[in-house]
């Protein structure tokens, strides 16, 4: 089996409750997905998809997805889809970094190892751990109040689990934290998410004003450095994302003891593959994980459920269903929401099939 074409489509994914806000102001309404599809010369077809959260977050964007692929795309026409580390080994070597470029190709070549086996992802990737995997709800980022009435709203359809958008002002955040944990249970999960959005200072006011306060502390700021100062001043525990891009960054955050949690994207890592080896490596060195990746539709929560669904469950810290959040679906078979949780599906491969009339045309065709 070769790979003999490989396409990609652009499709809008406009969100639900119209914008999605987080630190230093940032904002999107809309987001601009990318939908990989992988031909074989066999006639299977596996489908990948990579949605940046804009181009300010992490070191990726929209249109550097499709324009990678053009890079990436024609060296990999004749490639074996199935051998899926000498593929990645070879994306690594044709195209230096960007690694977002090369999640959606290896997302879509596990679909077709799945369709071909008959197994689902989640099964190739180690077995199905559960029957279904607890997801968050994040909560954007608007006055005290407001984000205490949605989280209320969420918790009555049965989330437990809360990413609570700060990382502005100290003042104001600190009463977020206050407003939505009064909403909740003991029993119920809160994250305070700055996604880098505090300075160090502004970090420790807020984790010494919530000391009493159930609630982890993700990202507080833009350095692995001032992370590490602030986790090693405050006993909530602790969550890294941004920082942690690799195994290196999870060997040094382990080895200081910087994290709790650590939040697996898979775009930022590269695809399922790499995600699963890192992921491996924390089951083994007992850290939890958030498994996710920066955005996206169906495609990319049927990826995120596999992954999630075939991680050991005391390490499976929460994942998310990013296409309950956007009002266009563009696969028929994704997981859905059931009461704050999900499944991946028991099909072969990711277990969807994507509504092509929904996608339109190619805009990016490389072929033999």
Request: contains cysteine.
């Given at each position: 089996?070769?790979?003999?074409?490989?396409?990609?489509?652009?499709?809008?994914?406009?969100?639900?409750?119209?914008?999605?806000?987080?630190?230093?102001?940032?904002?999107?309404?809309?987001?601009?997905?990318?939908?990989?599809?992988?031909?074989?010369?066999?006639?299977?077809?596996?489908?990948?998809?990579?949605c940046p959260l804009g181009p300010f977050y992490l070191p990726a964007y929209a249109e550097g997805v499709r324009t990678g692929l053009r890079e990436l795309g024609p060296h990999l026409i004749g490639s074996h889809p199935r051998e899926l580390s000498k593929l990645n080994y070879q994306m690594d070597a044709v195209l230096k970094g960007h690694s977002y470029v090369k999640s959606g190709i290896d997302i879509a070549c596990w679909d077709i190892l799945g369709k071909a086996t008959g197994l689902p992802v989640?099964?190739?990737?180690?077995?199905?751990?559960?029957?279904?995997?607890?997801?968050?709800?994040?909560?954007?980022?608007?006055?005290?109040?407001?984000?205490?009435?949605?989280?209320?709203?969420?918790?009555?359809?049965?989330?437990?689990?809360?990413?609570?958008?700060?990382?502005?002002?100290?003042?104001?955040?600190?009463?977020?934290?206050?407003?939505?944990?009064?909403?909740?249970?003991?029993?119920?999960?809160?994250?305070?998410?700055?996604?880098?959005?505090?300075?160090?200072?502004?970090?420790?006011?807020?984790?010494?004003?919530?000391?009493?306060?159930?609630?982890?502390?993700?990202?507080?700021?833009?350095?692995?450095?001032?992370?590490?100062?602030?986790?090693?001043?405050?006993?909530?525990?602790?969550?890294?994302?941004?920082?942690?891009?690799?195994?290196?960054?999870?060997?040094?955050a382990k080895a200081d003891l910087a994290m709790d949690v650590v939040n697996l994207k898979i775009?930022?890592?590269?695809?399922?593959?790499?995600?699963?080896?890192?992921?491996?490596?924390?089951?083994?060195?007992?850290?939890?994980?958030?498994?996710e990746d920066s955005w996206g539709g169906d495609i990319t929560t049927a990826a995120i459920a596999h992954l999630a669904h075939s991680t050991p469950e005391p390490f499976r810290f929460t994942s998310t269903d990013f296409n309950s959040y956007v009002t266009v679906s563009t696969a028929n078979g994704a997981p859905q929401r059931d009461s704050g949780f999900m499944a991946a599906s028991t099909l072969p491969g990711l277990g969807i099939e994507p509504k092509m009339n929904v996608l339109g045309a190619r805009v990016v065709d490389i072929s033999e």
């Amino acid at each position: 089996m070769k790979i003999n074409r490989i396409a990609a489509y652009r499709v809008e994914l406009p969100l639900v409750e119209g914008t999605y806000k987080w630190s230093g102001g940032k904002s999107v309404s809309v987001f601009d997905s990318t939908i990989f599809a992988v031909e074989t010369d066999t006639g299977l077809i596996g489908f990948g998809e990579v949605c940046p959260l804009g181009p300010f977050y992490l070191p990726a964007y929209a249109e550097g997805v499709r324009t990678g692929l053009r890079e990436l795309g024609p060296h990999l026409i004749g490639s074996h889809p199935r051998e899926l580390s000498k593929l990645n080994y070879q994306m690594d070597a044709v195209l230096k970094g960007h690694s977002y470029v090369k999640s959606g190709i290896d997302i879509a070549c596990w679909d077709i190892l799945g369709k071909a086996t008959g197994l689902p992802v989640c099964v190739l990737m180690g077995g199905r751990f559960g029957d279904r995997v607890r997801l968050y709800r994040a909560i954007s980022q608007e006055q005290p109040d407001e984000m205490a009435k949605k989280v209320a709203g969420y918790r009555a359809a049965g989330y437990t689990c809360f990413q609570l958008k700060v990382g502005g002002n100290p003042d104001v955040d600190i009463e977020r934290i206050h407003a939505v944990r009064a909403m909740l249970l003991p029993t119920d999960r809160l994250v305070a998410d700055a996604n880098t959005g505090w300075t160090q200072h502004e970090a420790m006011r807020v984790v010494r004003a919530v000391r009493d306060v159930d609630v982890y502390i993700e990202q507080p700021c833009l350095s692995y450095e001032e992370c590490l100062a602030v986790r090693r001043h405050t006993d909530h525990p602790f969550v890294l994302d941004e920082n942690v891009d690799g195994i290196d960054m999870l060997l040094r955050a382990k080895a200081d003891l910087a994290m709790d949690v650590v939040n697996l994207k898979i775009s930022k890592l590269g695809g399922l593959t790499k995600t699963k080896q890192v992921r491996d490596l924390c089951v083994s060195m007992g850290i939890a994980m958030t498994l996710e990746d920066s955005w996206g539709g169906d495609i990319t929560t049927a990826a995120i459920a596999h992954l999630a669904h075939s991680t050991p469950e005391p390490f499976r810290f929460t994942s998310t269903d990013f296409n309950s959040y956007v009002t266009v679906s563009t696969a028929n078979g994704a997981p859905q929401r059931d009461s704050g949780f999900m499944a991946a599906s028991t099909l072969p491969g990711l277990g969807i099939e994507p509504k092509m009339n929904v996608l339109g045309a190619r805009v990016v065709d490389i072929s033999e």
